[in-house]
């Protein structure tokens, strides 16, 4: 096979050209999803496919505080240390040099540049073979670590670091899109997102149920005599109910599920991919955590309690056609919770839904 005056085969140009049309591809498949986990996903599962590697991970900076690299549960194939915090500072040594000269770095590269400095030790726990920081705008927005090559002992080449480096350029603006979607989408008092948001994400999932004929959950839940709290303590506390209760709320779920300020002091939850038994353990939990909460304003100690409702979708036992008709049901359940006696979770099953009617129908 002939090479060009140049020293490349034929079968290098073939490589390339496929290499850059599968990057095109890329660029069309992120460009299109703006909601920051699911396009985490896909920039994982593409990079392992791309670059051949065993798993992939990423560090986000948190687009809310915008103090931290977080982890989360943003990895596939590797296994953190459960003891280990994964965060790394915004203002940390190993981000303004990544941040400063973006491209492909070894471990070892990065233990030469930042001996002793304390992320070492987080990064050293996963061993990736490749640490790549997404920068936009001369900010870094995320960093990407890779696993191992599928060919063991395979070293990465200069060809290899371009390609994730072309990669990493993409997926970096496609980061920054989806991180300015979930600041304006975000209540900055509960840091939830809000209700139209959870709508959209809603409808996406539940297509996604009905194709795939998977559960999905949907709670929702009321703070139980909220008004008294504000004209007792007054707004401020108000807001610090708010706050913490989001807290309390955003610990008992998955990072894959979501969380929505409904509107005062109502909260909607949608758990993918999740049973209705399931679903009702996990609005127990957090009725339960609430409930155990030590809400302490102004050195007062306040007890806080939720009512909640909640409906799983089913392509036998309620197949539901629309977001709108799930939080509905969910509405009802909360309903329900609320006319007998608050601090409890109603499921809406069948009967529970005739007897809404019911009531509805005599009042």
Do not use: W
């Not at 599928?150 to 072309?166: H, M, N, P, T, V």
């Not at 959870?198 to 703070?223: G, K, T, W």
């Not at 399931?278 to 302490?296: G, L, M, T």
Request: charged content about 25%.
């Amino acid at each position: 096979m002939g090479e060009d005056s140049g020293g490349l085969s034929k079968l290098d140009y073939e490589k390339q050209i496929y290499d850059l049309n599968q990057t095109l591809l890329l660029f069309r498949s992120l460009s299109s999803t703006f909601e920051l986990s699911k396009l985490i996903e896909s920039i994982l599962y593409t990079t392992m496919a791309q670059m051949r590697v065993t798993g992939a991970g990423m560090f986000i900076l948190d687009p809310i505080h915008d103090n931290a690299y977080n982890m989360d549960d943003y990895y596939i194939n590797f296994e953190p240390n459960p003891i280990i915090y994964y965060s790394i500072p915004r203002n940390s040594i190993l981000i303004e040099k990544m941040e400063s000269t973006p491209r492909a770095y070894s471990l070892q590269e990065i233990k030469a540049m930042i001996p002793g400095s304390k992320e070492l030790r987080i990064l050293d726990s996963l061993n990736p073979t490749l640490l790549i920081p997404f920068v936009t705008k001369k900010k870094m927005n995320g960093l990407l670590f890779l696993g191992e090559h599928l060919e063991f002992g395979r070293e990465y080449s200069d060809y290899d670091k371009k390609q994730i480096a072309d990669i990493a350029s993409i997926a970096a603006i496609t980061v920054n899109n989806a991180s300015l979607l979930e600041i304006s989408s975000t209540d900055m008092t509960t840091h939830l997102k809000f209700k139209y948001y959870f709508f959209n994400v809603l409808s996406d999932r539940l297509e996604e149920a009905l194709s795939s004929d998977v559960p999905l959950s949907v709670l929702m839940f009321d703070i139980d005599f909220f008004k008294s709290v504000n004209d007792s303590f007054g707004h401020a506390c108000g807001d610090y109910i708010l706050e913490e209760v989001a807290h309390v709320i955003k610990k008992s779920i998955r990072s894959r599920d979501l969380a929505s300020r409904y509107g005062g002091e109502e909260f909607t939850i949608m758990l993918n991919k999740t049973t209705a038994e399931n679903a009702i353990k996990v609005a127990e939990r957090i009725r339960r955590n609430i409930e155990q909460y030590d809400f302490s304003y102004n050195s007062k100690h306040l007890r806080i309690t939720m009512s909640g409702g909640v409906t799983t979708f089913s392509s036998v036992k309620n197949p539901a056609k629309s977001a709108n008709i799930l939080v509905d049901q969910a509405d009802r359940a909360l309903y329900f919770s609320k006319e007998h006696g608050r601090n409890c979770i109603t499921f809406a099953d069948d009967a529970m839904l005739a007897s809404i009617e019911h009531h509805k129908e005599g009042s």
